[in-house]
């Protein structure tokens, strides 16, 4: 069941809040071991908190739109006393003294956290393998990668362990692995949803967003967690607008727009033609379609990677592995503690991102390399404003193809990031964006479409996305996954 199918039985009484955290707690513990989407289960702490939720459903209290609904965490969001390392050593006892505002709001809408999920170490990558808690698996191929940052949030809810959960998405994060996984990923506005209480990666890239089953749980759970919060000085004060309101509207005379850069020759092209096919089930629901140019998409990594390494490099300097994770035992003095204990805590992806962020914000390379970042991040900026001028939303591929091999890109640092060639772009522009399936390749992966809209349209976003959910009809094709197959 989805979100709101257990939020109604449960309303209902048809089943309690406890027996829904039970089920999906067996199906962590049974599923969990082979595709390791959580790095700690609250198995207890969820189920006294189900309980309490009994307790108050009986005595006639309303509870919220969550309340008995088994959400799951990525593990840089913080929440107050439970473990929070952003798979990282340097953080490997870090336990919060406060819950991050999404974690605040989630829980008064009644949700239940029932665990952390895994990502790649401080959220860099594209496939939860730099993770120092070992790789989260693709639940329908686990010789393959879930995608990444949010790999373990996307694995989680694709294998039915919850119904929803939270990630966080930089370049890609969120959306890479919701379409590796096949479930709806949505990136919202910058500055849409507090990052109060996310551990820090990119400032003016990070950002939340949901993972749900369908699109209509995505959009129940963006109304929870977006709004202005006085903690966070990045977030918007603009008044929020609902997004469950209007998402059965048609989208009957809406213009798409389809940018030509985002349909290169590196495109695998199963990934191409499951696309295509979405444009004209877009344009058979009333669609208008426009083929248009976006011509600074080509520079969408090497900005990306510049700015997100120079932002890393000063968000990162905090660590000194003093109190919250492993600190290195030989050291002569104070330096050589913080040189050894972040030589020894840092994984090799972060190491590489601090080295290459502080090269390009150094003094000689500064106007080079950072500077032009951002001069060229404008240009992919006015690109976005170019377009929708002409059109209300655009679609492209959401990943280049589906989900690679365990293995196959840890050598070549550079493969990796190019699976962030359709999402990266987005962040840098500050945009919307939403994964949702559109198809299975021959080797019954999942494909990921992109919808993408002005900064904070997310209504008309995700109603495009809704309307297209309901003429796909993926899940259907779904059946169950072959791990559980095999019995
Ligand atoms: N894959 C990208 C990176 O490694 C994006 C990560 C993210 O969105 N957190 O930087």
Redesign the pocket.
């Known amino acids: 069941m989805g979100v709101r199918e257990l939020r109604a039985a449960f309303e209902e009484r048809s089943v309690s809040a406890e027996e829904i955290c039970g089920a999906h707690l067996e199906r962590m513990e049974r599923l969990n071991p082979d595709i390791n989407a959580f790095i700690c289960i609250t198995a207890e702490p969820a189920l006294e908190r189900a309980r309490d939720l009994d307790r108050r459903h009986a005595a006639g209290e309303t509870l919220g739109p969550l309340a008995g609904v088994p959400i799951a965490v990525k593990d840089n969001i913080c929440t107050r006393g439970t473990h929070t390392t952003c798979g990282s050593k340097i953080l490997a006892n870090h336990v919060p003294i406060y819950d991050a505002t999404v974690v605040r709001r989630i829980l008064e809408a009644g949700a239940v956290i029932v665990g952390k999920t895994n990502l790649?170490e401080f959220?860099?990558?594209?496939s939860t393998e730099n993770s120092a808690f070992g790789p989260t698996k693709n639940p329908w191929d686990l010789e393959r990668v879930p995608g990444?940052?949010s790999g373990g949030s996307a694995a989680a809810v694709a294998s039915e362990m919850v119904p929803a959960a939270l990630g966080?998405?930089?370049?890609?994060?969120i959306r890479?692995p919701g379409s590796f996984c096949g479930v709806p990923a949505l990136k919202p506005t910058y500055g849409s949803v507090s990052r109060y209480g996310l551990v820090a990666?990119a400032s003016s890239l990070d950002q939340i967003g949901p993972f749900g089953k369908t699109v209509d749980d995505v959009a129940l759970l963006l109304d929870t967690i977006t709004g202005h919060d006085p903690c966070d000085s990045t977030s918007s004060p603009q008044p929020v607008q609902s997004s469950v309101k209007g998402l059965e509207e048609s989208i009957t005379g809406l213009r798409v727009g389809v940018p030509s850069e985002y349909f290169s020759s590196a495109l695998d092209e199963e990934v191409e033609r499951s696309v295509e096919e979405a444009v004209k089930l877009l344009e058979s629901l009333g669609a208008v379609i426009n083929r248009l140019s976006m011509p600074n998409t080509r520079f969408a990594i090497p900005t990306y990677y510049l700015v997100?390494t120079a932002e890393t490099s000063s968000n990162l300097a905090r660590y000194d592995g003093v109190r919250y994770g492993v600190r290195a035992k030989e050291n002569r003095d104070l330096r050589g503690m913080y040189r050894s204990t972040r030589s020894s805590g840092f994984g090799s992806e972060v190491k590489r991102r601090i080295m290459l962020g502080t090269y390009s914000l150094s003094s000689g390379y500064y106007d080079d390399y950072y500077l032009k970042a951002m001069k060229v991040r404008s240009l992919i900026r006015r690109d976005f404003d170019e377009a929708f001028r002409n059109v209300d939303v655009l679609v492209t591929p959401t990943a280049p193809t589906p989900a690679f091999r365990l293995g196959e890109k840890m050598a070549r640092p550079l493969d990796m990031?190019m699976?962030?060639i359709c999402t990266?772009t987005i962040?840098l522009a500050g945009v919307p964006a939403i994964s949702v399936p559109c198809g299975w390749s021959r080797q019954r992966l999942p494909l990921g479409l992109q919808i993408i809209s002005p900064h904070f349209q997310e209504p008309k976003l995700l109603r495009v996305a809704r309307a297209y959910e309901k003429a796909r009809c993926f899940r259907d094709e779904q059946g169950p996954l072959p791990l559980e197959k095999k019995g």
């Open positions: 790649d959220a860099m990558g594209s990444g940052s966080s998405d930089t370049g890609g994060s890479l990666f997100a990031y699976s962030d990266a962040n």
